[in-house]
């Protein structure tokens, strides 16, 4: 495709390293085992791959929780294994998103070790440090803030106690972290996934939250001094002058509690390529699903996301969420995770696929006692924490799903023995050859990538658009309902692309979904 533009025109696939492949029989996922499936990464038609942390970690948080930027936990392999990854990948023209997490560190890291060791202490400054604690919640629940015996203060911590918030306003910490940003570009790194960046900085006279109506404690606050303070964008400047001396580097952040207006403004030419803005991710296995629902939040994040400078994404399911395919889909039906994967990969935006989306893996369930997860841990049973939506990728119908030959770190979810990908590779009509048709229709089409979204009236149950770029157009088509549905098409000669089932040009059958190209 002509200027194509790997970070807006192309996928990227999310891998949450300890359960991708375990190379190693140790019954965690490492990047030998990501190595073994580039092949198949690429074969899937895939653009990039963000990888979660894979650096030393005492995993408070899996991974989450960092004790030296710099390293690949042994665990996982070494910097020699990443190197390759890197090269293997690049050589497929895969590129690679390394999640940085730099609001806070592990309380194991050297920095934290030597700033809590006195008052004194050289790195004192390099965390939040206070006689009083001010209102704060952490969002993992309690207090944000952990008497610390031995220099009789509170340091800040947002989320466990076991990650206290690095200390940004201090110039030499800015340093310290940008290396990290250079250290990972020297190793081939083709983008950041910035973890919570919208909480880097926090007021500088850290002010009590004032209070608004909520269920949990942390949403009986605004948050209006913990996070989006204006010094973050001194910095994201900063940070792009760097990336930019590099070619076709890419960052995008994870928006923490951020408002449509705050995301858009984090992106542009001197700040970050994107920002995510989740319009269609819940914690809650409830939210609504159906035409009228999806078409409100494309809509919102149509006019959110105007400006030339803005580039949506679009999220379905990541590591911290349960899956599309549990929220939306009833047992071990596809018809809903199909529409839900029409959308990911033909909505304006950037798609982030998370692994195993592309045979609709769901979550798996977890007894109390199985639980690993704090916040599962400290909420169960009002929340059961994140454990659902990380377990084994399902390759095969071996045991533990292929994912390793000793038993794995969480539980396989038990459908594994029909829902892998292998199956589904041998099956025509599975939602991996969907999934795969879709990639390779956007290479085709670049209405698909980056054109314009265009929405259409249709009938109840029915969702289409337009994607136009030049004289190209792409009509998609999809039947939310149980029924028959006719959607005649705007004027003109339309040709099928790609449909699920036979129904013809614009008389979708139930659950069909349709890509349609004016000719
Ligand atoms: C982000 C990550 C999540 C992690 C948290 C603290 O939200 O996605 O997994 O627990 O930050 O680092």
């Known amino acids: 495709m002509k200027d194509f533009l790997w970070w807006r025109d192309g996928v990227i696939y999310q891998i949450y390293p300890r359960s991708f492949a375990d190379s190693n029989g140790d019954g965690l996922g490492d990047l030998n085992g990501i190595i073994s499936h580039l092949d198949y990464l690429a074969d899937l038609g895939i653009d990039a791959i963000w990888l979660s942390p894979f650096y030393p970690t005492p995993d408070k948080d899996f991974g989450y929780d960092i004790s030296n930027y710099m390293d690949v936990d042994p665990r996982f392999g070494s910097l020699a294994d990443f190197d390759r990854l890197t090269s293997e990948a690049h050589q497929r023209g895969i590129r690679i998103i390394a999640d ?35 209102n704060w919640q952490a969002s993992f629940g309690g207090r944000a803030w952990e008497y610390d015996a031995p220099t009789g ?25 940008l290396d990290v940003f250079r250290f990972w570009l020297g190793h081939g790194v083709d983008g950041f996934r910035l973890d919570v960046f919208n909480a880097y900085f ?48 890419y960052a995008v952040g ?32 409830n939210y609504p699903w159906n035409p009228r629902w999806v078409m409100e939040r494309v809509m919102k994040r149509e006019v959110n996301f105007i400006s030339a400078d803005a580039w949506p994404t679009t999220v379905m399911s990541n590591h911290d969420l349960p899956r599309a395919a549990s929220r939306y889909s009833r047992g071990e039906d596809d018809t809903q995770a199909f529409l839900a994967m029409t959308l990911l990969l033909t909505l304006r935006g950037t798609p ?86 879709l990639l390779t229709l956007r290479r ?66 139930a659950g069909e979904i349709q890509l349609l190209i004016l000719e």
């Open 100 to 134: 940085l997490v730099l609001n806070h560190t592990s309380d194991q890291h050297p920095w934290f070790k030597e700033s809590r060791s006195n008052l004194k202490a050289a790195k004192r400054d390099w965390y939040i440090w206070r006689d009083h604690p001010n």
């Open 153 to 177: 203060q509170y340091y800040l911590h947002l989320f466990t106690k076991e990650q206290p918030d690095v200390n940004w306003r201090n110039p030499q910490v800015r340093t310290a972290l």
């Open 202 to 249: 926090k007021h500088a006279d850290l002010p009590d939250n004032p209070p608004k109506f909520g269920l949990r404690a942390f949403d009986r606050q605004r948050h209006i001094y913990d996070i989006d303070q204006p010094e973050m964008m001194p910095f994201l400047n900063e940070m792009r002058t760097l990336l930019d001396s590099y070619p076709e580097r």
């Open 254 to 285: 994870e928006t923490y509690f951020a408002s449509p207006q705050k995301t858009v403004s984090y992106c542009g030419p001197d700040r970050l390529h994107a920002a995510f803005s989740f319009d269609f991710t819940s914690n809650d296995l």
């Open 352 to 437: 982030f696929m998370y692994y195993g989306e592309e045979i609709g893996m769901r979550n798996i369930h977890l007894r109390r006692n199985e639980i690993l997860d704090p916040p599962g841990k400290k909420y169960w049973p009002i929340y059961k924490g994140r454990d659902g939506c990380r377990s084994p990728m399902q390759w095969d119908d071996s045991a533990f799903a292929g994912f390793s030959s000793q038993k794995p770190w969480l539980p396989v979810h038990p459908d594994y023995m029909k829902r892998n990908v292998n199956s589904q590779k041998a099956d025509p009509d599975s939602l991996f050859n969907f999934t795969k048709k």
């Open 444 to 509: 085709e089409f670049p209405a698909l990538c980056r054109g314009d979204f265009v929405p259409l009236e249709t009938p109840p149950g029915m969702l289409a658009y337009l994607r136009r770029s030049g004289d190209q157009s792409v009509l998609v088509a999809m039947n939310f309902s149980n029924g028959e549905t006719g959607f005649p098409p705007p004027s003109g000669q339309w040709r099928v692309l790609l449909s699920t089932s036979k129904g013809s040009a614009g008389a979708l059958t």
